[in-house]
Protein backbone atom coordinates (compact mmCIF):
# COMPACT_ATOMS: atom_id res chain seq x y z
CA UNK A 1 0.00 0.00 0.00
CA UNK A 2 1.63 3.53 -0.72
CA UNK A 3 1.96 6.15 1.84
CA UNK A 4 3.15 9.17 -0.24
CA UNK A 5 0.71 11.38 -1.73
CA UNK A 6 1.47 10.17 -5.31
CA UNK A 7 0.95 6.78 -4.88
CA UNK A 8 -1.86 7.39 -2.48
CA UNK A 9 -3.67 9.75 -5.75
CA UNK A 10 -2.94 6.81 -8.16
CA UNK A 11 -5.04 4.51 -5.59
CA UNK A 12 -7.85 6.80 -5.32
CA UNK A 13 -8.23 6.80 -9.14
CA UNK A 14 -7.60 2.99 -9.53
CA UNK A 15 -9.32 1.84 -6.96
CA UNK A 16 -12.62 4.16 -6.27
CA UNK A 17 -13.17 5.07 -9.88
CA UNK A 18 -11.51 2.18 -12.43
CA UNK A 19 -12.47 -0.75 -10.17
CA UNK A 20 -15.49 0.83 -8.68
CA UNK A 21 -14.37 -0.22 -5.20
CA UNK A 22 -17.02 1.68 -3.18
CA UNK A 23 -15.25 0.67 0.21
CA UNK A 24 -11.50 2.05 -0.87
CA UNK A 25 -13.52 5.63 -0.25
CA UNK A 26 -14.16 4.67 3.11
CA UNK A 27 -10.24 3.81 3.70
CA UNK A 28 -8.90 6.64 1.59
CA UNK A 29 -11.04 9.98 2.28
CA UNK A 30 -11.34 11.05 6.18
CA UNK A 31 -14.69 11.44 7.58
CA UNK A 32 -14.17 15.08 8.04
CA UNK A 33 -12.78 15.38 3.93
CA UNK A 34 -14.44 17.98 2.17
CA UNK A 35 -14.30 17.97 -1.59
CA UNK A 36 -15.00 21.47 -3.19
CA UNK A 37 -16.51 21.42 -6.28
CA UNK A 38 -18.54 18.06 -6.88
CA UNK A 39 -21.69 19.02 -5.31
CA UNK A 40 -24.71 20.53 -5.98
CA UNK A 41 -24.04 23.91 -8.39
CA UNK A 42 -20.22 23.05 -8.04
CA UNK A 43 -20.61 22.93 -4.17
CA UNK A 44 -18.49 20.79 -1.74
CA UNK A 45 -19.33 17.30 -0.86
CA UNK A 46 -18.46 16.40 2.70
CA UNK A 47 -17.46 12.81 3.80
CA UNK A 48 -17.59 9.54 2.12
CA UNK A 49 -21.24 9.37 2.44
CA UNK A 50 -21.44 12.38 0.91
CA UNK A 51 -18.58 11.43 -1.96
CA UNK A 52 -20.39 7.82 -1.99
CA UNK A 53 -23.29 9.47 -3.59
CA UNK A 54 -21.46 11.73 -6.12
CA UNK A 55 -19.36 8.09 -6.97
CA UNK A 56 -22.75 6.49 -7.18
CA UNK A 57 -23.92 8.84 -9.56
CA UNK A 58 -21.65 9.15 -12.08
CA UNK A 59 -21.30 5.43 -11.88
CA UNK A 60 -24.39 4.52 -12.74
CA UNK A 61 -24.62 6.86 -15.89
CA UNK A 62 -20.97 5.58 -17.24
CA UNK A 63 -20.65 1.80 -15.80
CA UNK A 64 -18.19 1.42 -17.62
CA UNK A 65 -15.94 5.14 -16.65
CA UNK A 66 -12.28 4.30 -16.93
CA UNK A 67 -9.82 7.38 -15.90
CA UNK A 68 -6.20 7.55 -16.49
CA UNK A 69 -3.72 9.83 -14.28
CA UNK A 70 -1.56 11.82 -17.08
CA UNK A 71 0.32 13.11 -14.16
CA UNK A 72 0.90 13.73 -10.61
CA UNK A 73 2.98 16.40 -8.90
CA UNK A 74 3.54 16.31 -5.09
CA UNK A 75 4.55 18.53 -2.47
CA UNK A 76 4.57 16.86 1.07
CA UNK A 77 0.94 16.05 1.90
CA UNK A 78 -0.30 17.78 -1.25
CA UNK A 79 -1.12 16.15 -4.65
CA UNK A 80 -2.12 17.99 -7.89
CA UNK A 81 -3.07 15.03 -10.20
CA UNK A 82 -4.20 15.64 -14.48
CA UNK A 83 -6.34 13.24 -15.72
CA UNK A 84 -8.61 12.36 -18.72
CA UNK A 85 -11.46 9.63 -18.95
CA UNK A 86 -14.55 8.10 -20.99
CA UNK A 87 -17.39 5.99 -20.29
CA UNK A 88 -20.79 5.30 -22.41
CA UNK A 89 -23.54 6.96 -20.82
CA UNK A 90 -25.61 3.67 -20.29
CA UNK A 91 -27.93 5.13 -17.02
CA UNK A 92 -29.97 8.11 -16.15
CA UNK A 93 -28.57 8.82 -12.80
CA UNK A 94 -27.72 12.82 -14.42
CA UNK A 95 -31.34 13.06 -14.83
CA UNK A 96 -31.19 12.36 -18.89
CA UNK A 97 -32.15 9.22 -20.66
CA UNK A 98 -29.06 6.92 -21.42
CA UNK A 99 -27.89 7.98 -24.95
CA UNK A 100 -25.27 5.13 -25.24
CA UNK A 101 -22.77 8.17 -26.29
CA UNK A 102 -18.95 7.74 -25.68
CA UNK A 103 -17.97 10.44 -23.71
CA UNK A 104 -14.53 11.76 -22.67
CA UNK A 105 -13.73 14.34 -20.41
CA UNK A 106 -10.38 16.09 -18.49
CA UNK A 107 -9.86 17.26 -15.11
CA UNK A 108 -7.86 18.04 -12.63
CA UNK A 109 -7.81 17.97 -8.41
CA UNK A 110 -5.30 18.71 -6.26
CA UNK A 111 -5.42 17.05 -2.85
CA UNK A 112 -4.22 17.70 0.97
CA UNK A 113 -3.62 14.13 2.49
CA UNK A 114 -3.41 13.21 6.19
CA UNK A 115 -3.00 10.08 7.80
CA UNK A 116 -3.16 8.16 4.24
CA UNK A 117 -6.96 10.00 3.65
CA UNK A 118 -7.74 12.64 1.76
CA UNK A 119 -8.53 15.72 4.38
CA UNK A 120 -9.38 18.25 1.33
CA UNK A 121 -9.54 18.15 -2.11
CA UNK A 122 -10.01 21.18 -4.64
CA UNK A 123 -11.54 19.33 -8.33
CA UNK A 124 -11.92 20.95 -11.67
CA UNK A 125 -13.88 18.51 -14.07
CA UNK A 126 -15.56 19.39 -17.51
CA UNK A 127 -18.73 18.78 -16.65
CA UNK A 128 -20.52 20.43 -18.76
CA UNK A 129 -18.67 19.08 -21.58
CA UNK A 130 -19.63 15.60 -20.56
CA UNK A 131 -23.91 16.94 -20.08
CA UNK A 132 -23.49 18.69 -23.81
CA UNK A 133 -21.80 15.46 -24.77
CA UNK A 134 -25.15 13.31 -23.44
CA UNK A 135 -27.57 15.97 -24.88
CA UNK A 136 -28.26 17.58 -21.51
CA UNK A 137 -27.87 20.69 -22.70
Same mark, same amino acid.
Given at each position: ?79 ? /? ?10 ? /? ?41 ? /??
Amino acid at each position: MPTNSEGLIRRWFEEVWNEKRVEAIDELYADDAIAHGLGEGGGDVVGPEGFKQFHTTFCQAFPDMQITVEEVITDGDRAA /ARFSGWGTHQGD /ALGVPPTGNRVTFTGMTFTRWEDGKIQEGWNNVDIMGILKQVN /AL
